[in-house]
C-alpha cells in the first residue's frame, strides 16, 4: 500500500515484499510529472493539489461517499466456481502492453511487467 | 539466466490466478484498486471551467483485469447487452448512428433526445452493480467473487505524481474506477439490469 507523508514531501509505498522511496526516484517522477503538465498545461499535476483548491473541492464533490454498504458475499456465491485467466491471454497481454504508459500511485510501469516475459531463449 | 528469472512468470501467473480468484486477503485488495488522480479541465468555450477527473490504476491490474476480460467474458457480456446497450459492444458506434438514421427514415415522427447522467459513473452505486450482477443472471455468478474484491474497498486516491503527490481529502468510495478495465461494461451492465429490473426474472 501507498502512503505519503504530505508534511515533508517523502513517499513511502511497499508493493508485495518490495520496498519502495520515492525519493530515489526523484529524476524519473518529475520526468513524468513535466510529462503530464506539458500534456496537459492546466493539469495540476506538478502541484500534487496544492494551488488548485477549487479543483480538489470538484474533484471531492465529484466522488461522492459511499451511499450503500455492500452487502457481504453468502456462503452460497463464495462457493460458486471462480472465473480463472489463462496463462496464454496473459502471456499475451503482457506483449501488447503499452510503453510508456503513466504509471499508477505505487510507479509500477507497464516496463517493469514487460521484464517478467524477458527471456533470452 | 538464474532459475528464479526463468520461472518469473510462471510464478507470476500464480500470483494473477490468486488475485482474480480473490484468494488474498482483504487488504491486498485496499491496495490493489488505490489510484492516481489528475485533474484536467474540461475547456468548453464559454463554460465554467470543471475539472474531469482522470484516474490512472496500478499498471498489474491494469493487465490482469484485461487478460481476465478474455474473449469468453466479453462475448458473455456482449450477448447480455447486445439487443439493448451498444456501449461497450464492438462497433457500437456504428450500430447506434445507423440505426437511429434508419429509424428516422423510416418513421420521420420519430425524435431523438440526447441524454447525460451527471457524474452517474462516479455516483452509481456499487452495492446495486453486485446485486445486479450476481442475483439478476447466472451468467456472470463466476465472476463475482472478483468484482466483490475490486469494489468493496474505499480506494486511496492520490493527487499529482512522484514526489510532489498527496493525499486526496475523499477517497474513491462509490461509482466506477475510470479507466479500469471492468468499469465500462459493469457501468452499462448496470443500466440495463435498472431500465429492466421488472421483466427480468430474479431481480429484485
Known amino acids: 500500500m501507498g502512503a505519503v507523508n504530505a508534511a515533508d514531501g517523502t513517499a513511502l509505498a511497499t508493493l508485495g ?18 510529462k503530464e503538465h506539458h500534456g496537459r498545461p492546466d493539469s495540476g499535476a506538478l502541484f500534487g493539489g496544492y494551488g488548485f483548491p477549487h479543483k480538489v473541492q470538484q474533484l471531492s464533490n465529484k466522488h461522492p461517499a459511499r451511499k450503500e454498504e455492500i452487502t457481504l458475499l453468502t456462503h452460497a456465491e463464495l462457493n460458486v466456481q471462480r472465473k480463472s485467466l489463462s496463462k496464454e491471454v496473459l502471456s499475451w497481454e503482457i506483449l501488447a502492453l503499452k510503453h510508456d504508459s503513466a504509471p499508477g ?17 | ?51 474531469r477527473p482522470v484516474n490512472i490504476g496500478y499498471a498489474e491490474r491494469r493487465l490482469i483485469t484485461h487478460a481476465y476480460f478474455d474473449d469468453d467474458l466479453k462475448d458473455t457480456y456482449i450477448d447480455i447487452l447486445g439487443p439493448v446497450q451498444n456501449g461497450c459492444i464492438p462497433g457500437g458506434i456504428s450500430i447506434t448512428a445507423l440505426g437511429a438514421q434508419v429509424a428516422l427514415n423510416a418513421t420521420p415522427e420519430f425524435g431523438i433526445t440526447k441524454g447525460d447522467i451527471k457524474n452517474g459513473y462516479n455516483e452509481v452505486k456499487r452495492e446495486s452493480v453486485l446485486k445486479a450482477m450476481m442475483r439478476a443472471l447466472g451468467k456472470l455468478g463466476h465472476t ?26 475523499f477517497k474513491c468510495s462509490e461509482g466506477q474506477h475510470q479507466g479500469s478495465i471492468e468499469s465500462g461494461w459493469l457501468f452499462v451492465f448496470l443500466q440495463l439490469m435498472m431500465h429492466f429490473k421488472d421483466t427480468i426474472q430474479g431481480y429484485s
Not at chain 1, 515484499?17 to 513535466?34: P, Q, R, Y
Not at chain 2, 488522480?37 to 475547456?43: I, S, T, V
Request: aromatic fraction near 10%.
Open chain 1, 105 to 121: 500511485i505505487g510507479c509500477l510501469r507497464n516496463e517493469h511487467l514487460i521484464a517478467i516475459i524477458m527471456n533470452p531463449k
Open chain 1, 17 to 34: 515484499c518490495v520496498h519502495i522511496d520515492f525519493s530515489l526516484l526523484h529524476g524519473l517522477s518529475t520526468s513524468v510529472a513535466d
Open chain 2, 144 to 169: 463475482l467473487s472478483f468484482m466483490y474484491a475490486l469494489m468493496k474497498p474505499t480506494a486511496y486516491i492520490g493527487l499529482g505524481a512522484g514526489t510532489r503527490m498527496t493525499t486526496a481529502p
Open chain 2, 1 to 51: 539466466m538464474t532459475p528464479s528469472a526463468a520461472a518469473a512468470m510462471d510464478n507470476f501467473y500464480e500470483y494473477a490466478k490468486a488475485v482474480v480468484e480473490m484468494q488474498l486477503p482483504e487488504y491486498f485488495y485496499t491496495m490493489w484498486v488505490a489510484g492516481r488522480m489528475l485533474y484536467p479541465d474540461d475547456m468548453i468555450p464559454g463554460a465554467v471551467p470543471d475539472c
